[in-house]
């Protein structure tokens, strides 16, 4: 009787761990973000994730940021010399200039005119990096992680398509999601760690 018990006691325990385990994976608007990823042998975990929408209708893609300890502060974010991943999973087919003018358009929103100027180099080369890709489609992933260094590494659908030296561009790049002026209130409060819709 009392093997019995421990034993239904024991399964009981295992799938409450089970559980728990699969409530800890975030999915947005269909798509399921890992808890945990490895850049370059580094560990980070999902702080928050988040919808990116266009006039309030068309879905564009799923934003999912990705540090070593969670974190609320977005400055402290913007400005840490830490690992940290934006991944961008599209809900919809997008061509690589549109992407390219909205990528611009966040950067520009969240730096002055002499900051702009000084970053034009390595926004061309950026932008170099993302006419690679002919065209985005729904399901496509883009990574950015911008690392201790203060490199920016652009990969599409895990294959590395550029390396970029600067942290002045690592930090301009965050602050289309977490500046003063993101490029969405509420997908910034989610990446913060906020709720977010399923």
């Known amino acids: 009787m009392d093997d019995r018990n421990a034993g239904k006691r024991f399964a009981m325990?295992?799938?409450?761990?089970?559980?728990?385990?699969?409530?800890?994976?975030?999915?947005?608007?269909?798509?399921?973000?890992?808890?945990?990823?490895?850049?370059?042998?580094?560990?980070?975990?999902?702080?928050?994730?988040?919808?990116?929408?266009?006039?309030?209708l068309a879905n564009v893609y799923v934003a999912a940021l990705y540090l070593p300890q969670k974190s609320g502060d977005a400055d402290g974010i913007i400005g840490a010399a830490e690992l940290r991943r934006i991944s961008l999973t599209m809900k919809r087919d997008v061509g690589t200039a549109?992407?390219?003018?909205?990528?611009?358009?966040?950067?520009?929103?969240?730096?002055?005119?002499?900051?702009?100027?000084?970053?034009?180099?390595?926004?061309?080369?950026?932008?170099?990096s993302f006419h690679k890709v002919t065209a985005l489609k729904s399901g496509d992933v883009i990574a950015l992680d911008f690392g201790?260094?203060?490199?920016?590494?652009?990969?599409?659908?895990?294959?590395l398509q550029d390396s970029i030296a600067g942290a002045d561009l690592s930090?301009?790049?965050?602050?289309?999601?977490?500046?003063?002026?993101?490029?969405?209130?509420d997908l910034k409060r989610a990446l913060l760690g906020a709720a977010s819709a399923a």
């Open 98 to 128: 549109t992407m390219t003018k909205a990528f611009h358009e966040g950067v520009s929103n969240n730096l002055s005119a002499a900051e702009l100027t000084a970053l034009k180099p390595k926004l061309d080369q950026l932008d170099q």
């Open 171 to 185: 930090a301009a790049l965050l602050k289309i999601w977490l500046g003063s002026k993101p490029v969405q209130d």
């Open 148 to 159: 201790a260094d203060g490199s920016t590494r652009v990969s599409y659908n895990g294959q």
């Open 13 to 56: 325990a295992l799938l409450l761990m089970l559980a728990s385990t699969q409530a800890l994976a975030a999915t947005v608007s269909g798509v399921k973000l890992e808890d945990q990823v490895t850049v370059n042998g580094s560990s980070l975990v999902l702080n928050g994730a988040g919808l990116r929408t266009k006039y309030l």
